[in-house]
């Protein structure tokens, strides 16, 4: 019930592609979702959030769609380039649970020029 | 503003000693919480302070431990290391844990058991 399920585990898109990463929950707690986007060496960043009141969100290229009744959401990326070439992170918080972040296993994401 | 700055970056230590790793969040940030970061475990959640209290914790065992002092800084401790605790250790800080307040990472410390 505390899994975050993400997918794909690995995606290469061409420069203006919008690549699809989807994440899945099953506790009905979680109340916040954030995504994070790491680079090799590098702690994760935060990228954009949302909470289950909204449907989709939108930050520059970043869009967050989320659907409460399927317990799913996913991270859009438009015109993407060959800097956004990263692991991307989605994460559910519950409430009350402070810090704890429980993360999704990560996607590869690769931008070819 | 300067972000979360841990340290050391890097460490080598060999089985059975203990090491310590030292976190300073983000100014005015009250709340710290550790992550452990393993290709095959990904990341996860060690502990979580505020105000000097360890308010959360994750599914590791008592050879983990924490604690933060008065100015939000934190340490995490790791006695009779095992080579499964090679991993990126990471703290992350944020305002306080209520709400939905925003959490930020530092670069991690990254830790290597022979």
């Known amino acids: 019930q505390q899994q975050v399920k993400q997918s794909p585990q690995s995606l290469i898109v061409q420069k203006g592609g919008i690549p699809i990463i989807n994440c899945a929950y099953e506790n009905t707690a979680f109340d916040y979702f954030p995504w994070y986007q790491q680079f090799p060496g590098k702690g994760p960043a935060l990228l954009i959030a949302i909470r289950p009141d909204v449907s989709e969100k939108k930050e520059g290229r970043f869009t967050i769609s989320f659907n409460k009744s399927a317990k799913q959401f996913s991270l859009h990326i438009m015109d993407s380039q060959p800097g956004d070439s990263a692991t991307y992170f989605c994460?559910?918080?519950?409430?009350?649970?402070?810090?704890?972040?429980?993360f999704g296993q990560g996607t590869e994401l690769s931008v070819k020029p | 503003k300067a972000g979360v700055t841990q340290t050391p970056r890097y460490l080598i230590k060999t089985r059975g000693q203990q090491v310590t790793l030292s976190c300073s969040p983000i100014?005015?940030?009250?709340?710290v919480s550790w992550y452990q970061q393993t290709p095959g475990q990904g990341l996860q959640f060690l502990f979580e302070y505020f105000s000097e209290t360890q308010r959360n914790k994750g599914n590791f065992p008592g050879r983990f431990s924490g604690r933060q002092f008065s100015n939000s800084r934190s340490e995490m401790n790791v006695s009779t290391l095992e080579l499964g605790d090679s991993a990126l250790y990471l703290c992350?800080?944020?305002?306080?844990?209520?709400?939905?307040?925003?959490?930020?990472f530092g670069p991690g410390t990254r830790l290597t058991v022979l």
């Open positions: 100014s005015g940030h009250r709340s």
């Open positions: 994460a559910a918080r519950g409430r009350n649970q402070g810090g704890k972040l429980i």
């Open positions: 992350a800080s944020s305002l306080t844990p209520m709400g939905n307040n925003e959490q930020f």
